[in-house]
Structures are given as structure tokens and as C-alpha cells.
């Protein structure tokens, strides 16, 4: 959730400036963050439903690696105005979709009864995340008046939040089902 936190502040905040920074229009700066709110409430409603259809474990990995790969195509890509609407899509798809399975993984391995205790826990590195996302990314572009080397920071903690999500022993919801009927 660390990652989830970088990553969402980095964007809320300096998503603007990175539109400026390729050298687009301030109205696809506006558009970007329309697309991106847009397809957050997409890929948080989604999430949702997908949750009960598959591992949370795995649709956390899924999410972290399509935002690394995004990042890198991102990255890679000349920087157009349809490019900067695209990534702010398919960034927004997985903006906040971590929340559900997240929680879900709480209350999982840990109960109902700890859930708000924990989530609060869960929620400060959250929130440690997105202080580091949005404070480095200031940091870095005073100095180098650029967001690259944040892009490259976020690309390395999307790919490592998807690879530790992967050990995580989590029986497959339809089974858990069964399990409980049984």
C-alpha cells in the first residue's frame, strides 16, 4: 500500500507538471485529470466485482504491473497529447483499485474484528507513500527540472509491489466458498 500511496500522490500532485514538462496545453493537463477520475471509479468498481472472482493477491499483482508497464510505455513513448490521455486512462483504472483487495487481504488473514485497527495501520504506510510520492517529486524536479527520475523510482516500486504480493498464501475464493459451505 506504500506503493499505491507514491504512486497516487506522485500523480495527483504533479500530474500537471508533467504534461507541462512534455510540453502539451494546459487543457490536456485538465483532461488528463478528468480521464484520471474518471477511470478510477472504472477500475475501483471493477476491482470490486473482481474480488470475489479471483485471488486478491493476484489481481494486486495484475495492478501493480499494469502500472509499471504503463509507466515504461509511458516513458518510451513520444509524448503527444493522445500519449498523456492514454497513460492517464489506464493510470486511473489503477489509481485507488488497490483499496478492495487490500482490505480484503486484512480482513482475510486477520479478521473482522481488527479490520479498523489494521487498515489504520495499513492506511499510514499509505500515507507515508504518498507524502515520499509527492515530496520527491517536487524534490526531483527543483533539482533537474524533470520528473524522470521519479517515473523510473515508480516503475521499480510497481514491479516490486507486484512480485511480493505473489508468495502470499491465499486459497481461491471459490474454494474458500465451498470451504465454508462444507
Not at 7 to 28: E, K, R, Y
Not at 96 to 113: D, Q
Not at 130 to 156: E, H, K, M, N, S
Request: glycine share 10%; with cysteine.
Amino acid at each position: 500500500f506504500f506503493v499505491c500511496g507514491f504512486h497516487v500522490a506522485f500523480l495527483a500532485t504533479h500530474l500537471p507538471g508533467l504534461v507541462a514538462q512534455c510540453g502539451l496545453s494546459t487543457q490536456v493537463a485538465a483532461w488528463s485529470l478528468a480521464l484520471l477520475g474518471l477511470f478510477n471509479i472504472v477500475g475501483s468498481l471493477g476491482i470490486g466485482w473482481a474480488v470475489g472472482r479471483w485471488r486478491m493477491k493476484s489481481l494486486l499483482s495484475l495492478i501493480y504491473t499494469v502500472r509499471g508497464v504503463a509507466l515504461v510505455l509511458f516513458l518510451l513513448a513520444p509524448k503527444t497529447a493522445t500519449v498523456m490521455l492514454v497513460f492517464a486512462a489506464v493510470m486511473g483504472i489503477t489509481f485507488l483499485s488497490t483499496v478492495p483487495p487490500t482490505a480484503g487481504l486484512v480482513v482475510k488473514f486477520f479478521g473482522p474484528a481488527n479490520m479498523a485497527m489494521l487498515f489504520g495501520v495499513v492506511m499510514l504506510t499509505h500515507q507515508i507513500g504518498g507524502f515520499l510520492g509527492a515530496w520527491l517529486g517536487g524534490q526531483v524536479f527543483a533539482a533537474t527540472q524533470a520528473y524522470d527520475i521519479v517515473l523510473y523510482i515508480d516503475v521499480a516500486l510497481a514491479f516490486a509491489a507486484a512480485l511480493i504480493h505473489l508468495p502470499i498464501q491465499e486459497a481461491h475464493p471459490r474454494r474458500g466458498i465451498a470451504a465454508a459451505v462444507a
